[in-house]
């Protein structure tokens, strides 16, 4: 069984969110509508046997065309995200505008993600730890290629998703 669920915007999020999911809530379409109800965003997305997220595909307005995709590799033994890439078409041309790769501490817990542009050139990285007393890890930093803190590492193509 399928069931649906419906964000209005609000101040994190300015376009309308309809998430279809399956029968444990895991999310198996999102689309986001403008304030007249017309697709922005249409992300339909693929898992594995495990349930784990192994493909998104981003289709434009018409449903049809095909913008962008990204792809989870995950560890064999367990659930944890070691690589993901994300591509656009352009001119009939797959091109891959991102690469985002997983790197662990002892408790298998994400600590810090390197990030790569297009061309596969290493751009800088995102660091992850515990703050106060909290029970999850929060972005404690983002650093360029030469080690420079920087507010936010973005890419122009990355806010295709």
Same mark, same amino acid.
């Given at each position: $069984?399928?069931?649906?669920? !419906?964000?209005?915007?609000?101040?994190?999020?300015?376009?309308?969110?309809?998430?279809?999911?399956?029968?444990?809530?895991?999310?198996?379409?999102?689309?986001?509508?403008?304030?007249?109800?017309? !697709?922005?965003?249409?992300?339909? @997305?693929?898992?594995?046997?495990?349930?784990?997220?192994?493909?998104?595909?981003? @289709?434009?307005?018409?449903?049809?065309?095909?913008?962008?995709?990204?792809? @989870?590799?995950?560890?064999?033994?367990?659930?944890?995200?070691?690589?993901?890439?994300?591509?656009?078409?352009?001119?009939?041309?797959?091109? $891959?505008?991102?690469?985002?790769?997983?790197?662990?501490?002892?408790?298998?817990?994400?600590?810090? !993600?390197?990030?790569?542009?297009?061309?596969?050139?290493?751009?800088?990285?995102?660091?992850?730890? @515990?703050?106060?007393?909290?029970?999850? $890890?929060?972005?404690?930093?983002?650093?360029?290629?030469?080690?420079?803190?920087?507010?936010?590492?973005?890419?122009?193509?990355?806010?295709?998703?």
């Amino acid at each position: $069984m399928i069931s649906t669920d !419906v964000f209005e915007p609000d101040k994190n999020n300015i376009y309308k969110c309809v998430y279809y999911r399956d029968s444990k809530g895991r999310t198996l379409r999102k689309l986001l509508l403008d304030d007249f109800g017309t !697709v922005i965003k249409d992300f339909l @997305y693929e898992r594995c046997e495990r349930g784990l997220i192994v493909y998104v595909a981003l @289709y434009g307005k018409d449903h049809i065309t095909l913008i962008g995709e990204r792809t @989870y590799q995950y560890f064999v033994e367990s659930s944890r995200c070691k690589l993901t890439e994300d591509c656009i078409f352009e001119n009939g041309q797959k091109i $891959m505008i991102r690469k985002a790769v997983h790197n662990y501490d002892d408790q298998n817990r994400t600590n810090r !993600v390197d990030l790569y542009g297009r061309d596969d050139k290493f751009i800088g990285y995102q660091v992850y730890g @515990y703050i106060g007393d909290d029970d999850f $890890m929060s972005l404690i930093g983002c650093f360029d290629k030469s080690d420079n803190r920087v507010s936010c590492l973005s890419l122009e193509d990355e806010k295709i998703f």
